[in-house]
């Protein structure tokens, strides 16, 4: 059974991509998850009637909240924490009140699904490194590589069913 995510989308150009693929060409072994997002809030499994109620959610969230800049901090990190091998997750920091302002909206109006309280801190997931030795090469250069994106512009709120490791669409809304 899958479990859920929402996400924010910005809309990304040329540069953004090339640099990813950039990456690939020195030979650094990673993963990307695509599209491109900021998760808002992830849920366990959902039934029918909670998914209705989420869908509905997002069409009056995307009437209430229009498009909106995110100003980039840089690039940060953490450690997965299913890895073995303690890889770190690469990405770039957004800021945006949007962000909680939907976040806290999720909690108030979820609060029966979402199952637990933790510090939501949005970000862009950019590189998900393979082995140590991708992660040592990456963390090196992925700071200057992504200097030039100062601001993302966020146009859409999707809803996703993860399973496996797989990502479905399954429903976008324009904000």
């Not at 809309?11 to 990307?32: I, S, T, W």
């Not at 590189?127 to 992925?142: E, H, M, Q």
């Amino acid at each position: 059974m899958p479990s859920y995510f929402l996400a924010l989308l910005p809309e990304l150009d040329l540069p953004f991509y090339k640099q990813v693929e950039e990456f690939f060409q020195l030979g650094f072994y990673f993963d990307v998850r695509l599209p491109f997002h900021v998760t808002v809030y992830y849920f366990m499994q959902l039934n029918d009637s909670d998914l209705n109620a989420i869908s509905a959610w997002m069409d009056h969230t995307a009437q209430a909240i229009h498009s909106f800049t995110a100003n980039v901090q840089g690039v940060g990190s953490f450690t997965r924490p299913e890895s073995q091998e303690m890889l770190n997750v690469y990405y770039l920091k957004v800021e945006a009140a949007e962000f909680i302002q939907i976040n806290n909206d999720l909690r108030t109006k979820f609060a029966s699904i979402i199952p637990e309280e933790f510090t939501y801190v949005p970000h862009l997931s950019l590189l998900f490194p393979r082995n140590l030795s991708a992660s040592n090469k990456i963390s090196k250069r992925l700071n200057d590589s992504f200097d030039f994106v100062k601001q993302l512009n966020f146009t859409h709120l999707a809803l996703f069913a993860s399973q496996d490791g797989a990502y479905t669409l399954v429903k976008k809304v324009k904000l």
